[in-house]
């Protein structure tokens, strides 16, 4: 596979979490029946029309930062990292490490497997060709 494969790579699969994204902005009642079917929705003892109302607003938050992510990820990509910049590899990376750690971690210390387990397919489709790409970026900053 070339670098060039390696970056439209990147960008589909940003382009899908920007729009999962604003799926979430634009969809919360249906993203919130998403959640439950993955495993990590409210318990069914709580889960009202009210609960259910208000969970819009953090799935429509979460869906904006997201997305606002996803589209900063999408423009670094297609420059910087296009270009070969060490600065753009490093910090998407970071980044990427950073979320999963954290989202990853909290998941399961708070007792959400599922969700960590959705976290995988993002992780590795994201973490695949940057890790081929490491290999194409310069040397200088």
Known sequence: MTRHT?????????????????????????????????????EESINTAAV????????????????????????????????GSVWAWTFLTQSLSLWFILDTGFSLVLGYPMHALFNIPFAVSLGIPLLRLKAHVRLST
């Open 6 to 42: 390696f970056i439209k790579w990147l960008e589909v699969v940003l382009f899908l979490v920007l729009i999962y994204s604003l799926f979430l902005v634009f969809a919360g009642t249906t993203a919130g029946s998403l959640f439950s079917w993955f495993g990590f929705g409210p």
């Open 52 to 83: 259910s109302d208000y969970l819009r607003l953090p799935y429509m938050v979460l869906g904006a930062v997201m997305a606002s992510w996803a589209f900063l990820m999408i423009q670094i990509v297609r420059g910087p990292l296009k270009e």
